[in-house]
């Protein structure tokens, strides 16, 4: 019949796809990995990506947790969690990652000067993701945190076929350039079978110190219009808080450094939304 054709060829169709593709190899050590994610940069992705994982911590204390900071061209994730220096070797010449806060991190920017530019071109992009993924020896870790770079580009592919990822996040501020971006974002996941976990609001809303004031900025409804369309839930909404950027800036993340704020309540928040939509751990 033509439908046992069909079904035929599609099978034949997507073996033909796969053999290109590198087969998935979980990193050792790590039992789940979650990537915070945005198509558009500027719209706090990495300051969410280091919120979350120092909330997904504060949930539940018996949980390791490590921060792979896949941003090669512009790492923050030293200066924000506040760390400095060189990773040692082990005996067999894996990263021992850096730690802060109770969190193993890995970040080009433990390699490289802090004022050096990346000037590199896509293969020595794709060979340095693929150090940061295999030469790292992160012990046992329940969950580890990727912040990707913005966009949809070589570096996301290459992390969504090379390791199975548990869930994607998908960061956004209300504004409708932003919104595009993050539709593209939260699409490419779905093309290369990694489950969107759902959306987080970013600088969602401004409230004027003096007067208590709130100014919806980047506009009011993006995000869960945006979420609508995609059939995805928004797991948070943090509000646009000078508090936030400066407990970034100087190496003490909110939930840290503030941790019964609003904004760290939201980060708490966002962080048990994401453990509530992942799948069982393997044993």
């Known amino acids: 019949s033509s439908s046992s054709r069909d079904e035929a060829l599609r099978d034949k169709r997507a073996r033909i796809l796969s053999r290109g593709l590198p087969k998935q190899k979980p990193i050792e050590g790590v039992k789940q990995v979650v990537v915070l994610a945005s198509g558009k940069g500027g719209v706090g992705k990495s300051t969410t990506a280091v919120n979350v994982a120092l909330a997904l911590a504060a949930n539940d204390s018996t949980k390791e947790v490590g921060l792979l900071d896949a941003d090669i061209y512009g790492p923050s994730i030293p200066k924000m969690m506040n760390l400095k220096g060189n990773p040692e070797l082990t005996p067999k010449n894996l990263m021992r990652p850096l730690k802060n806060y109770g969190i193993a991190c890995m970040s080009m920017g433990f390699l490289i000067e802090e004022s050096a530019p990346v000037v590199w071109r896509g ?108 059939g995805l839930d928004i797991l948070g909404d943090v509000p646009l808080h000078v508090n936030i950027r400066e407990t970034c800036d100087s190496g003490q993340p909110v939930v840290i450094s503030q941790p019964q704020s609003d904004a760290a309540k939201a980060y708490l928040k966002i962080a048990m939304e994401i453990v509530r939509r992942l799948p069982v751990p393997p044993a």
Request: hydrophobic letters at 45%; charged letters at 20%.
């Open 123 to 230: 293969l020595m992009v794709m060979s340095a993701v693929e150090k940061l993924l295999r030469q790292v020896d992160w012990g046992q870790l329940d969950y580890l945190v990727i912040d990707m770079p913005p966009g949809t580009g070589d570096v996301q592919l290459s992390v969504s076929q090379n390791i199975p990822i548990a869930g994607a996040v998908i960061i956004s501020t209300p504004q409708d350039v932003a919104l595009l971006d993050a539709c593209k974002g939260a699409e490419m996941f779905r093309k290369v079978h990694v489950p969107v976990l759902g959306l987080v609001q970013n600088m969602s809303v401004f409230q004027c110190p003096k007067c208590k004031h709130e100014t919806h900025i980047f506009g009011a409804d993006g995000v869960s219009d945006l979420a609508k369309t995609l």
